[in-house]
């Protein structure tokens, strides 16, 4: 074995040399020292005997020992202090030699917990102890000998520091984060004080401001999790019905907080589960829980109320997202029950105040305060959904049309509040992953104030609308009023509009912009309207959004009479030409749409390429096949083969837009007019074979008396799917003929000469 390090060397030494009030100042430096000496800390002690200087490792290491654990033990507050800090740091590169010699530092630190030490030393001690409980799990003896004596004693220390009123709630967050940690790992253990805990929790589950602590959020949710995660102390196999009896006693909860606070208005839900409502005495203020060990907290009033309501809630959502220890039956009913009644309670719009049938004999005051409250209601309500599509994953399914239901009510109730709509566009991703492309067309119907809603804050926040406020209609003469503020009279109009707009935070922002290209590429585009689909295009365009105009270009929008609207491609080309993607897509398509030109009739955006191409191979050799046998057919005949090349131009989805479209020929001038092209239009080559061939000469009639050569051409496209022969009059040749302007001109003077004989004749 090789000399021992220094650093082992040092902390001894300072260990030994310095007083014990000094050292917590010394700790950061000494734990340096620990951690750099992992290897003589974890190897075996028998690993050097034998050897001189191998033999000098193994007693610094001794004393090391030696020395924190005379500290932990001293009357020092300091040294304990000191001590605890430096258990961690062994314990965490140790491995097992310093977990097997642990077991006097375990009761030392149990000890500390249960002193009047000050309460860093208390937390820190915890921390400790759940981290040497943590590490024994992997060895059964050492959990048979250190573990199972001591837990609950540990337990009871982190319980009573729970439980007294002067504990700050950062030491209550550390004492329930590690009893979450250890409840899983020591279910049985830890079962005769399941009651304990959960009555000492229920505080910190969904507090109010009627509480006299004010409970963090990190507080709240450590609680939740160790409240939940009880279940698994239940015995042999009744944990899953443990979990389920506990989430169904939080879902009648939150009927009964609901219950007293939506007394002021006459609900029109109806269980589907068999719960109800309870007589509420509308002369009391509403009010709920109790002293009781099994109830939360009491409350009074409105706020405190709500508080509970959106607490419960929450609390339910942590049931779903926790793991439990065997395979749980989720009260989906029950849960869909309660969701559905707190979302048909929605505050009066600012056309109709009675939107909302209200309770006479509540007073306006109560109303008006559960108006306010409303949101965070709705707001928890849009989390547990959430969750729930987050825990039964493709088991959601049956639920996406509900839950799209419910978010969407809650979106028209609270437009303006930037906090509702960044949950709901939050919630909408997920559940249009899921059972977007299954939505019936009703369901997408109803998306229809989501998707102008999510286009309209992307395009307030690139800065494409007009956030100024209107100014107010000018008042008429006859019916201006004396009073008015003086003010406006004085105030000059400004040049630049005051805008209004608040900016969105950047995950309001993230979540819009994540959620656009959703709707083009998870909602099927029949369902959409027009402009629906106008909008999200330009959306796309305007905020750049590669997804969303990808999403674009391979989803087409056809419309119910089979028409393909114009595709995006040349803007998706034109803003991001350098990317893979867009280049994978812009060649597909550009060989999709040569083969439109071949077949605009029977083309369709959303076929396979593969097909295509396949089926443009198999007539591309027909038509040789049929050349073949005609020039079989006729042997004898001379054949003359010209070879063209002509430029032919395809819009976006396929549709060929002719060269020559209003080309008109004349005997004497060609005068050819082109249309204007699309230049994101894609050019390609097409070569054209033209077959000649010479027939025999056909006598012709009045007196002419000689023959001629008629030539009849058969144009043969080598990448055409059909192959098509033109006959008729020459007007139609690509080349200006001498010969027919020629044969144009005996025919004229036959005609003069058979009139000059009948004039003779006369």
């Not at 409303?374 to 707001?379: A, C, E, K, R, V």
């Not at 809603?453 to 008042?475: E, F, M, N, R, Y």
Request: charged share 25%; net charge negative.
């Amino acid at each position: 074995m090789a000399s021992p390090p220094s650093d082992l060397r040092v902390l001894v030494r300072r260990l030994a040399s310095t007083p014990a009030d000094q050292l917590p100042r010394l700790c950061p430096v000494l734990v340096g020292h620990v951690l750099r000496c992992g290897g003589p800390l974890s190897a075996s002690p028998d690993a050097g005997k034998g050897k001189d200087k191998g033999a000098e490792t193994p007693m610094l290491v001794h004393k090391l020992r030696t020395h924190i654990t005379t500290l932990l033990t001293g009357r020092n507050a300091s040294g304990r202090f000191a001590a605890v800090c430096l258990i961690k740091a062994v314990v965490d590169v140790g491995g097992w030699e310093s977990l097997r010699a642990a077991d006097p530092w375990v009761r030392g630190l149990i000890s500390v917990a249960q002193k009047n030490d000050p309460l860093p030393s208390k937390e820190l001690a915890i921390i400790t102890l759940t981290k040497i409980y943590m590490l024994l799990q992997g060895y059964p003896t050492l959990i048979r000998e250190m573990a199972t004596p001591t837990l609950p004693s540990f337990v009871t220390a982190c319980l009573q520091l729970a439980k007294s009123p002067s504990t700050p709630t950062s030491v209550i967050e550390t004492v329930t984060s590690s009893l979450s940690k250890l409840v899983m790992l020591y279910p049985t253990t830890l079962r005769p004080f399941a009651g304990q805990i959960k009555s000492a929790l229920r505080t910190y589950i969904a507090p109010t401001t009627s509480d006299s602590a004010v409970v963090p959020h990190t507080l709240r949710e450590s609680s939740r999790r160790l409240f939940i995660l009880l279940s698994y102390t239940a015995p042999k196999n009744g944990s899953s019905d443990e979990w389920a009896k506990s989430i169904k006693a939080a879902i009648l909860d939150c009927h009964a907080t609901a219950d007293q606070i939506f007394r002021g208005v006459v609900e029109s839900w109806e269980s589907s589960t068999g719960y109800r409502p309870q007589q509420i005495r509308n002369e009391l203020d509403p009010s709920g829980g109790g002293e009781s060990v099994d109830e939360f907290p009491s409350w009074e009033g409105i706020a405190p109320g709500s508080e509970r309501l959106v607490g419960l809630l929450e609390f339910l959502a942590e049931y779903l997202d926790n793991p439990t220890k065997a395979p749980v039956t989720v009260p989906v009913g029950e849960l869909l029950d309660l969701t559905t009644r707190l979302t048909l309670v929605t505050p009066p719009t600012a056309g109709s105040e009675e939107a909302m049938q209200t309770n006479p004999s509540i007073s306006r005051d109560e109303k008006s305060e559960l108006w306010t409250v409303l949101s965070d209601i709705h707001t928890a309500v849009l989390r547990l959904h959430g969750s729930t599509i987050r825990r039964l994953a493709d088991s959601a399914l049956p639920l996406s049309t509900d839950i799209i239901d419910h978010t969407v009510r809650v979106l028209s109730s609270h437009k303006t509040n930037p906090i509702v709509r960044e949950k709901v566009y939050n919630l909408t991703s997920p559940l249009l992953t899921l059972a977007g492309p299954t939505l019936p067309r009703l369901t997408v119907d109803s998306l229809t104030p989501l998707i102008q809603q999510t286009c309209h804050d992307i395009l307030l926040s690139a800065g494409h609308l007009d956030d100024t406020p209107k100014p107010s209609t000018p008042v008429e003469k006859g019916k201006q009023t004396v009073q008015g503020n003086a003010d406006a009279f004085l105030s000059t109009p400004s040049a630049t509009p005051v805008s209004l707009f608040t900016p969105l935070s950047t995950s309001h922002l993230a979540s819009a912009t994540t959620l656009l290209p959703l709707f083009l590429s998870h909602l099927p585009q029949t369902h959409l309207s027009p402009d629906i689909r106008s909008l999200l295009d330009r959306t796309a365009i305007l905020s750049s959004n590669k997804n969303a105009m990808l999403a674009s270009v391979l989803h087409p929008y056809k419309d119910t009479r089979g028409r393909y609207y114009p595709s995006i491609l040349p803007f998706l080309v034109q803003k991001f030409g350098t990317s893979k993607e867009v280049e994978v897509v812009r060649s597909n398509l550009v060989r999709a749409g040569r083969y439109a030109q071949l077949n605009t009739d029977d083309y369709d955006p959303t076929a396979n390429l593969d097909d295509l191409l396949a089926e443009k191979q198999l007539q591309t050799e027909n038509s040789d096949q049929e050349m073949d046998d005609a020039l079989i057919d006729h042997p004898d005949q001379p054949q003359q083969t010209i070879v063209e090349e002509k430029k032919v131009v395809v819009s976006g989805w396929g549709t060929v837009v002719p060269e020559n479209q209003n080309e008109k020929m004349e005997i004497d001038t060609a005068v050819e007019e082109k249309n204007q092209v699309n230049p994101f239009a894609v050019t390609v080559q097409e070569t054209e074979t033209t077959v000649l061939k010479k027939r025999a000469a056909s006598p012709l009639k009045r007196k002419s008396s000689g023959t001629f050569d008629e030539v009849e051409e058969t144009k043969v496209k080598r990448v055409a799917v059909d192959t098509k022969t033109e006959q008729g009059d020459d007007s139609d040749s690509d080349s200006d003929d001498e010969g027919s302007v020629q044969i144009d001109m005996s025919l004229d003077d036959d005609d003069e000469d058979e009139e000059d004989e009948e004039e003779d004749d006369e």
